[in-house]
């Protein structure tokens, strides 16, 4: 390796592999089972077919990376040139994946800081990359730890769904939010918030939650440098219109992100996801 401290996150950051090639990003795969199969995120089940089977109302569960694989990685890294790791990963609200990490960091041959860093998709691409670019300079494994932390606390996630119906399942909102939104047949905007999945606004229609959506990240991202990513699930459309009319209105805007979110995070939100990051630099 060109650098002494590595950088692992995990496969829901969803950085394009390019980015990934380019820092020297590691990313550990969480699995997604589809009735009795098995796949690894990213490498052996495609968004596509994720929403077809959301769609078929096929059984969908995630699970995280055992602690063996985690090891295995840091043991790989070490033997490349790696002096210390930075491991960071999704909000451990949602996945037991901080723990496996930390589980594994515990025998590695090189210290390893493991970082819940409370966010998911690019939200936590971000932070992996900060990390990666601080490393790139020479940062030690305290430095690029602050770095990530730091891009965390500064970057926001806001998302629309089609229904909550999805995260209800998954038990990542509560019954009671859910129901509410059924019951009164409106369209959920929502937030990360504190690593959890918070409700945000209720709005009576799609078109006026993605508009609403729309304000609130311009008015968010400001005017002071910033970089942006869009997410969708089966929503392309969506999402190019979205991504269009951001760089139209947010001045300070660095580098702008637009991909559909992967198998694990899919799962949970349902096909019709419209998310975005704001990240200030």
């Known amino acids: 390796?060109?650098?002494?401290?590595?950088?692992?996150?995990?496969?829901?950051?969803?950085?394009?592999?390019r980015t990934m090639d380019r820092h020297g990003i590691?990313?550990?795969?969480?699995?997604?089972?589809?009735?009795?199969?098995?796949?690894?995120?990213?490498?052996?089940?495609?968004?596509?077919?994720?929403?077809?089977?959301?769609q078929k109302r096929t059984s969908v569960t995630t699970s995280r990376p055992s602690p063996a694989v985690f090891a295995e990685t840091y043991r790989k890294l070490a033997a490349q040139g790696a002096t210390g790791i930075v491991s960071l990963h999704l909000s451990a609200e949602f996945s037991g994946t901080h723990e496996a990490a930390t589980l594994a960091a515990r025998d590695a041959p090189v210290p390893v800081r493991v970082v819940d860093t409370g966010m998911v998709a690019m939200a936590l691409g971000f932070c992996a990359m900060?990390?990666?670019?601080?490393?790139?300079?020479?940062?030690?494994?305290?430095?690029?730890?602050?770095?990530?932390?730091?891009?965390?606390?500064?970057?926001?996630?806001?998302?629309?769904?089609?229904?909550?119906?999805?995260?209800?399942?998954?038990?990542?909102?509560?019954?009671?939010?859910?129901l509410l939104g059924s019951a009164l047949a409106v369209k959920p905007l929502l937030q990360l918030d504190s690593g959890r999945i918070e409700l945000l606004e209720k709005v009576r229609t799609a078109s006026?939650?993605?508009?609403?959506?729309?304000?609130?990240?311009?008015?968010?991202?400001g005017a002071g440098p910033v970089d942006l990513a869009v997410h969708h699930l089966a929503a392309p459309e969506r999402a190019t219109?979205?991504?269009?009319?951001?760089?139209?209105?947010?001045p300070g805007l660095v580098d702008l992100h637009v991909s559909e979110v992967g198998a694990?995070?899919?799962?949970?939100?349902?096909p019709g996801l419209l998310?975005?990051?704001?990240?200030?630099?």
Request: hydrophobic share 45%.
């Open 264 to 270: 694990v995070i899919g799962a949970h939100t349902g």
């Open 26 to 54: 590691t990313a550990v795969p969480l699995t997604v089972v589809l009735g009795d199969h098995a796949y690894e995120e990213g490498t052996e089940i495609s968004a596509r077919s994720l929403a077809q089977a959301l």
């Open 130 to 178: 900060a990390a990666a670019e601080t490393a790139e300079a020479d940062g030690s494994i305290d430095e690029a730890v602050s770095a990530a932390e730091k891009r965390a606390a500064a970057t926001a996630t806001y998302f629309y769904v089609d229904t909550l119906d999805y995260l209800r399942r998954g038990g990542r909102i509560g019954a009671t939010q859910a």
């Open 208 to 221: 006026k939650a993605i508009a609403r959506l729309e304000e609130i990240v311009a008015r968010r991202a």
């Open 275 to 281: 998310g975005a990051v704001i990240s200030p630099r």
């Open 1 to 17: 390796m060109s650098r002494h401290v590595a950088i692992v996150t995990d496969s829901t950051a969803y950085l394009p592999q």
């Open 241 to 250: 219109t979205l991504a269009a009319r951001l760089r139209d209105r947010v």
